[in-house]
T-cell receptor
Framework: SAVISQKPSRDICQRGTSLTIQCQVD?????MFWYRQQPGQSLTLIAT?????????ESGFVIDKFPISRPNLTFSTLTVSNMSPEDSSIYLC???????????FGSGTRLTVV | DAKTTQPPSMDCAEGRAANLPCNHS???????VYWYRQIHSQGPQYIIH???NNETNEMASLIITEDRKSSTLILPHATLRDTAVYYC?????FGGGSNYKLTFGKGTLLTVNP
């Protein structure tokens, strides 16, 4: 299965600043997905990123707050903008792998906003 | 995608079989049952999936009732490392549908005790 590397693995940020999270996959994939997991909660899909087109955002998530780039078939970034303590979460990227019957997830970025 | 219902928590003794139930009474004919797990501080991990036949792989077995309204994930010999949150998800099969989303519920926290 695909190997996904996320950077940074964790960070502590000041409110009002922005953080860009990188997701690198060791194989070419059509679709990449960004999830958020708030403390003690399940995963929530933020957006779907297709290479060469704008990301598709889920209800409750907007591009100004979570801009996403997808410059090629192996890489994507998610930026958490103008952060507040409510943005403290684990952010995970994921890819679809039809050959293994499901999704593969990165190990996540643990973000704490102070 | 159809909604699933899982118990919030279960315990299992090390070395015994862990049987995790999932109800999905509104499942559609083209929807598969997927199981993922999330070990603390890691990204979710794909376990197994099935449509209507029972499935087995090196990690687990999946038993789907004949009416497909419920299923059971079986870990035949649970170890301490199987302690995790287990998610049962139903959705159309990968690669064949237009809905690529995985919708996570709250899952079942399985605690394997020594």
């Amino acid at each position: 299965s695909a190997v996904i590397s996320q950077k940074p693995s964790r960070d502590i940020c000041q409110r009002g600043t922005s953080l860009t999270i990188q997701c690198q996959v060791d194989s070419q994939v059509t679709m990449m997905f960004w999830y958020r997991q708030q403390p003690g909660q399940s995963l929530t899909l933020i957006a779907t990123a297709n290479q060469g087109s704008e990301a598709t955002y889920e209800s409750g998530f907007v591009i100004d707050k979570f801009p996403i780039s997808r410059p090629n078939l192996t890489f994507s970034t998610l930026t958490v903008s103008n952060m507040s303590p409510e943005d403290s979460s684990i952010y995970l990227c994921s890819v679809e792998e039809i050959t293994v019957g499901g999704y593969t997830f990165g190990s996540g970025t643990r973000l704490t906003v102070v | 995608d159809a909604k699933t219902t899982q118990p919030p928590s279960m315990d299992c003794a090390e070395g015994r079989a862990a049987n995790l139930p999932c109800n999905h009474s509104t499942i559609s004919g083209n929807e598969y049952v997927y199981w993922y797990r999330q070990i603390h501080s890691q990204g979710p991990q794909y376990i197994i999936h099935g449509l209507k036949n029972n499935e087995t792989n090196e990690m687990a077995s999946l038993i789907i009732t004949e009416d497909r309204k419920s299923s059971t994930l079986i870990l035949p010999h649970a170890t301490l490392r199987d302690t995790a949150v287990y998610y049962c998800i139903v959705r159309v099969g990968f690669g064949g549908g237009s809905n690529y989303k995985l919708t996570f519920g709250k899952g079942t926290l399985l605690t394997v005790n020594p």
